[in-house]
């Protein structure tokens, strides 16, 4: 599976991103979905999750309701739409999928918050 992220940028606080991972291969529909993000010397950290049946969500708590996951099985896709977006949430966002002990990542892509 290869995952290609779009959508980072630069945007002001308060502002909104969607972030898209697109995936190879018509077996998407059987990976669990995650979008993580890594700042420059920190480790990778969760930001959410979406199931493979049922698209059942995870957040991780700083999100707070402001970030919502969510799939698009017909055209292979995840989603992060990012609302009220804060300084903090500067990261470089990575797309992964997982099944079993198969576990792909994305290049990334960066979001900036700033004034």
């Known amino acids: 599976v290869q995952l290609v992220e779009s959508g980072g940028g630069l945007v002001q606080p308060g502002g909104s991103l969607r972030l898209s991972c697109a995936a190879s291969?018509?077996?998407?529909?059987?990976?669990?979905m995650r979008w993580y993000r890594q700042a420059p010397g920190k480790e990778r950290e969760l930001v959410a999750r979406i199931s493979n049946v049922g698209g059942l969500t995870k957040y991780a708590d700083y999100v707070n309701g402001r970030f919502a996951i969510y799939r698009d099985n017909a055209k292979y896709t995840v989603y992060l739409q990012m609302n009220s977006l804060k300084p903090e949430d500067k990261d470089v966002y990575y797309c992964?999928?997982?099944?079993?002990?198969?576990?792909?990542w994305g290049q990334g892509t960066q979001v900036t918050v700033s004034s």
């Open positions: 291969g018509s077996t998407f529909c059987s990976y669990v």
């Open positions: 992964n999928a997982q099944r079993g002990w198969s576990d792909y």
